[in-house]
């Protein structure tokens, strides 16, 4: 990486960036300065070099001093040093002259009351035209001054960035090698080792603790935050981020740890604050042992392979060398988005490219007997609650449930090893359409592995997936970036969450150690409340709960307060990886049996009602007639 100095345009603005804090002290200091200058100035073009000095008279000192105090005065009332200097204009001009005019005024006005007749009235009337030229000027100078500067900083017209950076180790010190060539202006390093507070890096002081980011004084000119600590984990990076929110400013942050690893990104690639981010506990770091001999070498084939957690699937998948990666997706943006991806990561693996549905039984057939897959991932589901919940419910169960039969039914016929399911916690006492056609899907695996023991079928269920399409924080984003309101449907909801990455991981960790028949159960640790994250996103982008408003719209149809991992009568057992418990469901196989009887014969279009008898049937624990959403 590149150590070059930053430029002369740099330390330029860097030094404005100090001055700034100070601003209107400052500006009406100059502002004076300038005034006795046109004075000076005036005299001269009144009376010429010859006469400029030697005819003014003895007093004129304290005339100056006195027509220094009055503009100083007019200044303030009319609120002239509050002007932003680099945004200068007509506007600002014309707020200038009126000042220039009145303080004129009542200066000649003055001298005219004092009978201070040696003062030639010449000079009184024009001086408020020069100062006001002059001011002006200096004005137009520093504006160009600054946009020169702009676009020699940044290589365009955007605004210059300035940055108080919370960290001052090892990584603080990449970044500042080569952040100002991306056009920005570091103020300062901040860090709790008191042995760095003084010292300087790269040029740059260290300003003093975390903690000083909130200090409007340490805090100065800056306009972003940078979190430059890619080592912090779970709580403790979830704490230094609230405490960057307090600035009040746009909060980025350097990749992570895992990130840098992977060494796709570098340190000097800063970014947005992600899901992962707002995790508040530590990332499930799965043993990955036997991951490798379950896929490398083999064919996998993944369903919804362009969806959020099929997408992050398939990319996990190639990292473990399989022979051949069959990409399955009904979406046909969905899966050219996914195979220009992995096609720029994995130039080497072979791709085979389908457009398919799981409701057609006879495409899965072909495409298992032709392809011949080891593992399949079974990712392709309509998991939109609210969507799912009356108009669609029909749609849910064929794709959910009767997919999910058509994909394991087309598995075992094939011969596939593993067969991995991907279900949620709504499907535990499902108060809601979705959740119970999940649940339905976990049954038919329970079915499938009593029927046909020569594949490994099994599923996987975790909480709400931070960043997946639908999920909140890409809607508290969009809604931020609109200028509010945040909208969460109530103050005590609360969800459990992972990371798109974790969900994937679990995935891949069931299929190397599950069992038929087992529905693995990642430990999400304690829940978390929806409202917090919107509070917190909000103050991370720069803005208080105030400003962008937080609004309650109330529970949807079939939404629970809170979801649960493990339904009651689940038997639960623990598993090697310390982190996920493996949960029996039972197979109801003759109900099972007719709800896909159900699904299939019927003609055309089930409506609602006689859908949610069907599961009701199926699924007992399911309330079968339409949710309130109370729970």
């Not at 940078?226 to 400013?249: C, H, M, Y």
């Not at 499938?448 to 984003?477: D, Y």
């Not at 609004?551 to 493990?566: I, N, P, V």
Request: charged letters at 20%; a neutral charge.
């Amino acid at each position: 990486m590149s150590t070059s100095a930053p430029t002369v345009w740099h330390r330029i603005d860097l030094a404005l960036a100090r001055l700034r804090p100070h601003r209107e002290p400052v500006a009406l200091a100059i502002d004076a300065a300038l005034v006795a200058v046109a004075w000076n100035a005036t005299y001269l073009f009144r009376l010429g070099f010859e006469r400029w000095w030697s005819v003014r008279p003895h007093y004129d000192h304290w005339v100056l001093l006195g027509i220094v105090a009055v503009y100083a005065l007019c200044f303030w009332w009319l609120k002239v040093p509050k002007g932003m200097w680099r945004f200068s204009g007509f506007g600002e001009v014309r707020r200038i002259a009126l000042a220039c005019a009145l303080a004129g005024a009542v200066s000649a006005a003055a001298v005219l009351a004092l009978g201070l007749a040696k003062v030639p009235r010449a000079v009184l009337a024009l001086h408020p035209v020069v100062t006001l030229m002059t001011i002006a000027l200096v004005r137009m100078s520093y504006r160009m001054l600054y946009e020169h500067a702009r676009a020699r900083i940044t290589g365009s017209d955007a605004e210059i960035r300035r940055a108080l950076v919370l960290g001052a180790g090892e990584a603080a010190r990449l970044l500042l090698a080569g952040i100002h060539r991306q056009g920005w202006i570091v103020l300062g390093l901040l860090d709790d080792d008191p042995h760095k507070h003084g010292a300087r890096i790269a040029g740059v002081p260290v300003l003093g603790p975390l903690g000083g980011v909130a200090d409007p004084v340490v805090r100065g000119a800056a306009t972003h935050v940078i979190v430059a600590l890619p080592s912090l984990r779970g709580a403790r990076r979830r704490e230094v981020l609230e405490l960057a929110a307090t600035a009040g400013l746009p909060v980025v942050t350097v990749p992570s740890v895992d990130e840098l690893r992977d060494g796709n990104q570098r340190i000097d690639r800063l970014r947005e604050i992600e899901p992962e981010d707002l995790l508040g506990r530590e990332p499930v770091q799965l043993d990955e042992a036997g991951i490798g001999d379950t896929l490398r070498g083999k064919t996998v084939l993944i369903t919804g392979a362009g969806g959020s957690i099929g997408s992050e699937l398939c990319r996990q998948v190639a990292h473990h060398q399989p022979a051949r990666l069959v990409l399955y997706e009904l979406s046909e943006f969905n899966l050219y988005t996914i195979e220009q991806d992995l096609s720029e990561r994995f130039p080497q693996l072979e791709l085979v490219k389908l457009i398919g549905d799981v409701k057609n039984l006879e495409h899965l057939r072909h495409t298992f007997a032709q392809r011949k897959p080891a593992v399949v991932f079974h990712a392709a589901a309509y998991k939109h609650v609210p969507l799912m919940e009356d108009d669609n419910a029909w749609a849910a169960l064929r794709n959910n449930t009767l997919g999910t039969y058509h994909a394991a039914l087309a598995a075992a016929e094939a011969g596939v090893e593993r067969f991995v399911l991907i279900s949620t916690d709504k499907a535990v006492n499902p108060t809601n359409v979705m959740g119970a056609t999940k649940r339905a899907a976990e049954m038919v695996i329970s079915k499938m592995a009593a029927e046909h023991p020569g594949t490994r079928f099994m599923a996987v269920r975790f909480g709400n997936v931070l960043g997946s399409s639908g999920s909140v924080i890409p809607k508290f984003k969009e809604q931020i970036a609109k200028g509010g309101p945040v909208t969460v449907t109530h103050p005590d909801i609360i969800r459990y969450f992972m990371t798109i990455p974790e969900a994937a991981r679990l995935v891949l960790q069931a299929a190397a150690i599950g069992e038929s028949g087992q529905v693995l159960v990642l430990d999400m640790g304690e829940p978390v409340k929806i409202v917090d994250l919107a509070r917190q996103l909000i103050r991370l982008s720069g803005h208080t709960v105030e400003e962008i408003g937080l609004e309650f719209s109330g529970l949807r149809a079939g939404e629970k307060l809170y979801e649960e991992l493990l339904a009651d009568a689940d038997a639960t057992v623990a598993t090697r990886v310390a982190q996920l418990r493996l949960a029996r469901i039972e197979a109801r196989g003759e109900a099972v049996e007719q709800l896909l009887q159900f699904a299939a014969g019927t003609e055309g279009h089930a409506g609602s009602r006689d859908v949610r008898a069907a599961l009701k049937t199926t699924v007992p624990e399911f309330p079968g007639v339409a949710s309130s959403g109370m729970q």
